[in-house]
C-alpha cells in the first residue's frame, strides 16, 4: 500500500508566496518510489501538471506557471519515504486551484487528496 499526503495551502494574497509539500510512503510496496509531481485543477478546468521531478532529482516545469516555481525532493533514510516541496511566488487569482501530489511506485500511480490553494485579496 501506498499513501500520498499533502499539505501547506491555504489563502494568500496576489504576489505572494506559498509552500506546499508532499510525502509519498511506499513501505506497504516493494517497489520504489519514482517520479513525483504537482498538478492543479480549476473549477470547470482539466488538471494540468505544474512540475515533476524523477528520482535522481531531475525537475521540469509546465509552462502554465513556469518562472514562478521550485520543485525539490528528498528521501527518507530508509528510501521508503520521499518527501517533495513546491515553492511557489508572485501568485495571482489565476493560480486558484487544488493542488494535488502524483507519484509512481513500480507500475503504479498513486494520487493525494489535493490541497486547495486560493489567492485573494
Known amino acids: 500500500q501506498v499513501h500520498v499526503v499533502e499539505s501547506g495551502g491555504g489563502l494568500v494574497q496576489p504576489g505572494g508566496s506559498l509552500r506546499l509539500s508532499c510525502t509519498a510512503d511506499?513501505?506497504?510496496?516493494?517497489?520504489?518510489?519514482?517520479?513525483m509531481a504537482w498538478y492543479r485543477q480549476a473549477p470547470g478546468k482539466q488538471r494540468e501538471l505544474i512540475a515533476d521531478i524523477t528520482s535522481g532529482k531531475v525537475a521540469n516545469y509546465g509552462d502554465s506557471m513556469k518562472g514562478r516555481l521550485i520543485i525539490t525532493r528528498e528521501s527518507g533514510s530508509e528510501h521508503t519515504k520521499n518527501t517533495i516541496w513546491l515553492k511557489m511566488k508572485n501568485l495571482n487569482p489565476e493560480d486558484t486551484a487544488g493542488y494535488y501530489c502524483y507519484a509512481t511506485v513500480g507500475l503504479s500511480d498513486y494520487w493525494g487528496q489535493g490541497t486547495q490553494v486560493t489567492v485573494s485579496s
Open positions: 511506499a513501505s506497504g510496496s516493494i517497489f520504489s518510489i519514482n517520479t
